[in-house]
T-cell receptor
Framework: AQKVTQAQTEISVVEKEDVTLDCVYE???????LFWYKQPPSGELVFLIRRNSFDEQNEISGRYSWNFQKSTSSFNFTITASQVVDSAVYFC?????????????FGGGTRLMVKP | GAGVSQTPSNKVTEKGKYVELRCDPISGHTALYWYRQSLGQGPEFLIYFQGTGAADDSGLPNDRFFAVRPEGSVSTLKIQRTERGDSAVYLC????????????FGEGSRLTVL
């Protein structure tokens, strides 16, 4: 069975602080995909990133960066110099590599509040 | 519009009633998913369509839930004899083709069963 755990249910920071959202996953698959989605108050899940399990290279996109550690089954997400517009619920998700349907297993989400 | 469209955005119904939720995916997307998101939780998979057929309905909680996609585009999620525990946001997502490409989500239909 697949499982995604986001231990931080809620994080509050002040604008311009850096913040890291933790994600730990469990899977019996040897190859898989990991995702991060952002859910603003409008409710629509917005895709942020997808990583393949065989590619552990970390990725940076503007103020966002992701640290994939296969040895600890973690895929953490860091926002540098946070802004009020970053306030949202963030979900980590796991998908099967050989699963043609690629149904995603989501974590419980972390609510990030960035205060001015 | 260019995105995934879901209607109604809000639905309030009484226990025992029948409800239909509609999803209009991005044009040309062959894969369509329904997820359910309860308050304070992550989305949970319900059913996946590839074209017109339900390729995986293992997430449907019981036989009160059913979904169709007769022409391979618009999908309808049907809930019979609604219960208060069915209250949640029902999210639809679509993707082009098979594989692990990006899922595009709609804004969801919030169902409240009184």
């Amino acid at each position: 069975a697949q499982k995604v755990t986001q231990a931080q249910t809620e994080i509050s920071v002040v604008e311009k602080e850096d913040v890291t959202l933790d994600c730990v996953y469990e899977t019996r698959d040897t190859t898989y995909y990991l995702f991060w989605y952002k859910q603003p108050p409008s409710g629509e899940l917005v895709f942020l990133i997808r990583r393949n399990s065989f590619d552990e290279q970390n990725e940076i996109s503007g103020r966002y960066s992701w640290n994939f550690q296969k040895s600890t089954s973690s895929f953490n997400f860091t926002i540098t110099a946070s802004q009020v517009v970053d306030s949202a619920v963030y979900f980590c998700a796991l998908g099967g590599f050989y699963n043609a349907g690629n149904m995603l297993t989501f974590g419980g989400g972390t609510r990030l509040m960035v205060k001015p | 519009g260019a995105g995934v469209s879901q209607t109604p955005s809000n639905k309030v119904t009484e226990k025992g009633k029948y409800v239909e939720l509609r999803c209009d995916p991005i044009s040309g997307h062959t894969a369509l998913y329904w997820y359910r998101q309860s308050l304070g939780q992550g989305p949970e998979f319900l059913i996946y369509f590839q074209g017109t057929g339900a390729a995986d309905d293992s997430g449907l909680p019981n036989d009160r839930f059913f979904a169709v996609r007769p022409e391979g585009s618009v999908s309808t999620l049907k809930i019979q004899r609604t219960e208060r525990g069915d209250s949640a946001v029902y999210l639809c997502a679509s993707r082009s083709g098979a594989g692990a490409g990006e899922l595009f989500f709609g804004e969801g239909s919030r169902l409240t069963v009184l």
